[in-house]
């Protein structure tokens, strides 16, 4: 989902005032005591995100590694709540997903963020840094016009880049090492040739 940047208003919000906020749509994150506005995405977007969220849905059922969700609002333990495109929780910790309100309070496993002109930044900075403070151990950046895959893997200092890829490319998730996805492939596209190639 896309954020938009809002006006700042006057008075921040606390947690408990985010809680009460009437259930979207229109839908929020909530971060430093402000909402963020999600605007619907982009047609390109969602392509992406439906064809990896299949992929990855049919790997983890099949091998019973856990439980993946689109769009589903994490609570993580720094008082922010986002709605990442994709995040996945291992078996060992599906008790994170509260049966109250149907939600993740904690912090997940894998993070897929897939990020298109308007959300590119925020979703390679602040995000990030969130993501990794709040001790998020797999975090995937994923670029839906140019079907690039950044794989970034929680260390002490930041998060170390172990896998960038490219359209055409397979990614063999370090997470999970037996699948391997080609998007360009997955969305029946060609990947673009070298020039003189």
């Known amino acids: 989902m896309s954020a938009i940047t809002a006006p700042r208003t006057q008075k921040r919000l606390t947690l408990a005032d985010f809680l009460a906020t009437p259930e979207g749509p229109p839908h929020f ?92 930044r925020r979703d390679k900075t602040t995000k990030k840094n969130v993501y990794h403070r709040a001790g998020v151990p797999w975090y995937w950046m994923v670029d839906a016009d140019g079907l690039l895959i950044d794989e970034c893997q929680w260390k002490k200092d930041g998060y170390l880049l172990t896998q960038s890829l490219g359209p055409g490319e397979p990614f063999t998730p370090r997470l999970f090492p037996a699948l391997t996805i080609d998007l360009a492939a997955l969305l029946g596209e060609t990947p673009p040739t070298e020039a003189g190639a």
């Open 29 to 120: 994150e909530f971060e430093d005591g402000e909402l963020i506005p999600m605007v619907s995405p982009h047609g390109r977007h969602q392509d992406v995100l439906l064809a990896l969220g299949s992929e990855l849905r049919e790997h983890i059922l099949k091998h019973t590694l856990g439980h993946i969700w689109l769009e589903l609002d994490v609570h993580l333990p720094n008082n922010r709540v986002y709605i990442p495109d994709l995040v996945f929780l291992t078996r060992a910790h599906l008790d994170r997903l509260s049966p109250e309100d149907g939600k993740i309070h904690g912090v997940p496993d894998l993070v897929v963020e897939i990020f298109s002109p308007t959300t590119k």
